[in-house]
């Protein structure tokens, strides 16, 4: 499901999210395969939903924070990134931000720094999430 997420392959992301829906039976862990399909499909209103279910708090912040942006609420993303603790996620959210407000340059460097302070499916991921904006002209 990452993967195709990541890679925006639509009808494999929903058979993946398919799969996993039967295969799962916790509900936190449901939760967080449904706010990641929600916000993929910016279906706000399900992500929401799901996002209650979310037990883990620094990941059900930072799901809060990426359902303020698709909703482009910087004011409450802005809030919200002071309760955050892990310096990769502050630095991939202040990218979002940043990149919504029209900041790039800005807004690349925190992208990058995000990316470095990560490993593994969550290096990939951010590297596929940002490579628009660290691909965009100067």
């Known amino acids: 499901m990452t993967y195709a997420l990541a890679n925006h392959l639509d009808t494999e992301a929903k058979e993946a999210y398919n799969k996993i829906i039967l295969k799962y039976t916790h509900p936190t862990k449901l939760a967080q395969f449904k706010v990641l399909y929600a916000l993929y499909r910016k279906d706000i209103k399900t992500a929401k939903t799901a996002l209650n279910d979310v037990k883990p708090p620094e990941l059900k912040l930072y799901y809060e924070i990426q359902i303020a942006l698709e909703e482009n609420d910087l004011e409450k993303s802005r809030l919200l990134i002071q309760s955050v603790k892990k ?3 502050q630095n991939a959210v202040e990218a979002d931000i940043l990149h919504k ?22 290096k990939y991921t951010l590297a596929k999430h940002f490579e628009p904006l660290l691909n965009k002209a100067a």
């Not at 407000?101 to 969550?122: D, F």
Request: proline share 0%; charged share 30%.
């Open 87 to 89: 310096t990769w996620m």
């Open 101 to 122: 407000e029209g900041n790039l340059k800005q807004a690349r460097i925190y992208a990058e720094q995000s990316i470095k302070r990560t490993r593994g499916i969550q």
